[in-house]
């Protein structure tokens, strides 16, 4: 439920940004765009992703000057539409928004997928981040992760802590404290992020690490007591959060779930540096900024070379936390 609150909230916000404010359209290289461009989110619509693509999208054809349609194609934990982009023409008028896991984390778990991160496609330009929250359930004793940890040792694998499903970030975030922690601790996968709830609030499940904007009313209830965000840096919505690198020996922890646009490899250059301008002046938005604060969301901009960066160095990081822990895909 708290979900579907996100979501529907999230999608009025968005809708409000694009009301307030308008983007002056820049012509392009070439006359570009003279069409619509399609968008292709890897995930099914209604989702968090996709009201993120689409108040993007709505915001980023005024900057074109001509429509962005976003397109669906879920499947295989994103893979569909990221290969459906990767084989597309290399023209500019089909884009891909893809989560950090699509990109990092999917090639490690699917041993026979058809795009290559750093081979099948162009970087434009990152949009948005967001973080876990480590939540536990208060009968849990530890009020800090450095509690957490010492119950953890005390209690090897008597600890359980919920994912949304093998493979997923609020898994590997598990898997990442766990490695670094030096402990054992049991894990339950659900299917998506919501449906573990009830076992945790109950305190049938110790913890969990999902998004922050699943656990808003619990955590203000007091159902759940929050010990840390993923991220390195505080959450503006949740100040009084620490991150987990505050916590001694976790300084080099970090889980920042970024979104971005690529396009295919192969496109021109001046057509990515021309997306990514335009990309950069929609995020830097005052309007953008206000609509996604209340839901732990920032907007994220940054050059091509540096997305292709961060997605070089996230999937050797995510590569050796999928091997170590053995994970395996749903």
């Not at 938005?285 to 969301?297: A, D, H, T, V």
């Amino acid at each position: 439920m708290q979900c579907k609150k996100f979501i529907a909230g999230f999608a009025l916000a968005a809708l409000a940004a694009v009301a307030v404010t308008g983007v002056q359209a820049d012509e392009g290289p070439g006359g570009y765009p003279n069409k619509p461009i399609r968008l292709v989110v890897p995930f099914l619509a209604g989702g968090a992703t996709d009201q993120m693509a689409r108040g993007m999208a709505q915001k980023l054809a005024e900057a074109l000057g001509q429509p962005v349609i976003v397109d669906n194609k879920a499947g295989a934990g994103g893979s569909i539409g990221a290969e459906a982009v990767a084989n597309a023409p290399k023209d500019g008028y089909t884009l891909l928004y893809s989560t950090m896991g699509v990109l990092t984390i999917n090639p490690s778990l699917y041993p026979n997928l058809k795009y290559d991160p750093a081979t099948s496609f162009a970087p434009v330009g990152l949009t948005h981040v967001t973080a876990n929250l480590l939540v536990v359930n208060p009968q849990v004793p530890a009020k800090s992760v450095a509690e957490l940890v010492a119950l953890a040792r005390k209690k090897p694998g008597g600890l359980s802590f919920s994912s949304a499903g093998n493979g997923t970030s609020s898994h590997l975030s598990g898997e990442l404290f766990k490695s670094i922690a030096g402990v054992d601790m049991q894990h339950v996968p659900y299917k998506g992020s919501s449906a573990g709830l009830p076992d945790l609030i109950a305190g049938r499940i110790d913890m969990t690490f999902d998004t922050a904007s699943l656990f808003g009313e619990y955590t203000r209830s007091g159902k759940l007591r929050p010990l840390a965000v993923t991220s390195r840096e505080r959450m503006p919505a949740m100040p009084e959060v620490p991150p987990m690198a505050e916590t001694a020996g976790f300084k080099d922890y970090d889980v920042s779930l970024w979104l971005g646009v690529l396009a295919p490899a192969g496109t021109s250059p001046e057509i990515v540096s021309y997306l990514n301008r335009q990309l950069v002046k929609v995020m830097r938005e005052p309007s953008m900024e206000n609509s996604l604060k209340p839901y732990g969301i920032q907007p994220l901009y940054s050059s091509p070379q540096e997305f292709a960066k961060t997605i070089a160095q996230d999937r050797k990081k995510w590569e050796a936390v999928v091997k170590s822990a053995k994970v395996q895909a749903d």
